[in-house]
């Protein structure tokens, strides 16, 4: 019986910490799946690499949103501001005219200076141009595909800060907090509803795009990260 009593003790003892060890393992397989994984190549919280899931998508479409009700606006007005929207508008028409006569890649802008041309295209980023020229061929007229270039740019800003801040900080709250802020920047807002400056506010659109992938060529160096 003592033989007996100290054989059941001790298969008790070893089902107990058997019990315990799994569902020990169990937690720590759990908490892996739910927590970020970290870059093997830097091994800092700052490469901190999300798994993708709803929670993201409900995000973008915040910050979706925010982009539309701002880039709405301008579509209120004939032509929002003048000081440089009436440029960029002239641009996307010597563009299409230079399209129309074969030229991808003009120089000269022939009909500006009354007519006598001017070099524009050697001198502005023509980007932005080309973007407009785009929504032209998709049927907007000369405004109406400038305005569609603008709405671009809150888009862009909003989804490249969302995405950089996303990897940069590891945290979906701070990633939307910090696309909110950005594409709703006074100096961005100044840009397009005041100044219309076409190619300095696709520039800042395009930045944090810039700097998130200069962050995930760091963290998975590949050609295709390239």
């Not at 002239?90 to 230079?98: D, G, H, N, Q, S």
């Not at 020229?133 to 270039?149: D, E, I, P, Q, R």
């Not at 940069?168 to 939307?176: F, I, Q, V």
Request: a positive charge; aromatic letters at 14%.
């Amino acid at each position: 019986q003592p033989v007996t009593r100290r054989l059941v003790v001790l298969l008790s003892g070893q089902l107990s910490k058997n019990i315990w060890k799994s569902m020990a393992e169990s937690a720590f397989i759990q908490q892996n799946r739910a927590a970020p994984r970290i870059s093997q190549r830097s091994g800092s919280p700052a490469a901190i690499l999300l798994a993708w899931n709803w929670i993201d998508l409900v995000c973008l479409a915040l910050v979706l949103a925010a982009a539309a009700f701002l880039a709405w606006w301008p579509w209120g007005l004939a032509i929002p501001n003048r000081p440089d929207m009436l440029m960029s508008i002239y641009r996307v028409f010597e563009l299409a005219e230079a399209w129309r006569y074969g030229i991808a890649f003009p120089r000269l802008g022939a009909h500006l200076n009354f007519g006598y041309g001017a070099p524009l295209f050697e001198f502005y980023p023509p980007l932005v141009s080309y973007l407009s020229l785009a929504f032209y061929g998709l049927g907007l007229g000369y405004v109406g595909a400038t305005k569609a270039a603008f709405a671009v740019v809150f888009l862009l800003a909003g989804v490249g800060m969302d995405l950089f801040a996303r990897a940069m900080l590891g945290s979906r709250p701070a990633a939307l907090l910090s696309a909110l802020v950005y594409v709703s920047a006074p100096y961005l807002m100044l840009d397009v509803y005041e100044r219309g400056a076409a190619a300095e506010s696709l520039a800042l659109a395009l930045l944090p795009w810039l700097f998130w992938a200069v962050r995930r060529l760091h963290d998975r160096p590949s050609p295709l990260a390239i």
